[in-house]
């Protein structure tokens, strides 16, 4: 369910409308996924929910000023990107080992075919068919340890796979939005997608 957005003065929630889109569908669409990047930057889950809400006044607040100039998805992050900012008891900003580090392992080191290989960057084993839901209760269970993976995921590489993978975010607004070069965002969204992978198959063999 939904939590439910104050309105300021001046209107109801149906009648306002965000770069031709209602702000009831903003709110269904993207209410979630806007406490789940919120999430990755507080402490709790109520001080996330604390910020989109304070996110979602904003928005009204604005509506009128939203130019267009990225999408109406990529504009409300960067609002809880700033919300939640500034709920974080400390400020850190970004360091160049966040994205990608020379001593980091590859997390997908050897499961993939080579350069030069016929079948270079793809799978050299293919994911466990246990990832392909049969059923209702199957169907849950996967969507329960993709969240339980996600949660296990670095702070920046979780807010990266929310963005492009869940939001549907294109790859020039999520570097932007997290202010990573394009090569960086490559960099970190193949790291976060490997070491989703090898949590979700950690999770499957047990």
Same mark, same amino acid.
């Given at each position: 369910?939904?939590?439910?957005?104050?309105?300021?003065?001046?209107?109801?929630?149906?009648?306002?409308?965000?770069?031709?889109?209602?702000?009831?569908?903003?709110?269904?669409?993207?209410?979630?996924?806007?406490? %789940?990047?919120?999430?990755?930057?507080?402490?709790?889950?109520?001080?996330?929910?604390?910020?989109?809400?304070?996110?979602?006044?904003?928005?009204?607040?604005?509506?009128? =000023?939203?130019?267009?100039? =990225?999408?109406?998805?990529?504009? #409300?992050?960067?609002? !809880?990107?700033?919300?939640?900012?500034?709920?974080?008891?400390?400020?850190?900003?970004?360091?160049?080992?966040?994205?990608?580090?020379?001593?980091?392992?590859?997390?997908?080191?050897?499961?993939?075919?080579?350069?030069?290989?016929?079948? +270079?960057?793809?799978? %050299?084993?293919?994911?466990?068919?246990?990832?392909?839901?049969?059923?209702?209760?199957?169907?849950?269970?996967?969507?329960?340890?993709?969240?339980?993976? #996600?949660? +296990?995921?670095?702070?920046?590489?979780?807010? #990266? !796979?929310?963005?492009?993978?869940?939001?549907?975010? =294109?790859?020039?607004? +999520?570097?932007?939005?997290?202010?990573? =070069?394009?090569?960086?965002?490559? +960099?970190?969204?193949?790291?976060a997608r490997g070491n989703l992978r090898n949590e979700l198959e950690k999770r499957y063999r047990r």
């Amino acid at each position: 369910m939904v939590t439910p957005v104050a309105v300021p003065p001046g209107g109801t929630e149906s009648e306002r409308v965000v770069g031709g889109i209602p702000l009831a569908t903003l709110v269904r669409d993207f209410h979630r996924p806007m406490v %789940n990047f919120a999430r990755t930057m507080v402490d709790s889950a109520t001080v996330a929910e604390e910020a989109v809400q304070e996110a979602w006044v904003q928005v009204l607040q604005s509506a009128d =000023s939203f130019e267009g100039r =990225s999408s109406v998805g990529t504009w #409300l992050f960067g609002i !809880v990107k700033n919300t939640a900012s500034r709920h974080r008891r400390r400020e850190s900003r970004i360091r160049d080992h966040e994205v990608l580090s020379t001593d980091d392992a590859d997390p997908l080191a050897g499961r993939m075919h080579p350069a030069g290989h016929p079948d +270079a960057g793809h799978w %050299n084993l293919p994911p466990s068919r246990r990832f392909l839901p049969e059923d209702r209760t199957v169907e849950n269970e996967l969507v329960g340890h993709v969240r339980t993976a #996600l949660d +296990a995921l670095p702070e920046r590489q979780r807010q #990266l !796979v929310i963005l492009r993978d869940i939001v549907g975010t =294109s790859a020039e607004e +999520a570097a932007e939005l997290l202010e990573l =070069s394009a090569e960086g965002q490559r +960099a970190l969204l193949y790291r976060a997608r490997g070491n989703l992978r090898n949590e979700l198959e950690k999770r499957y063999r047990r």
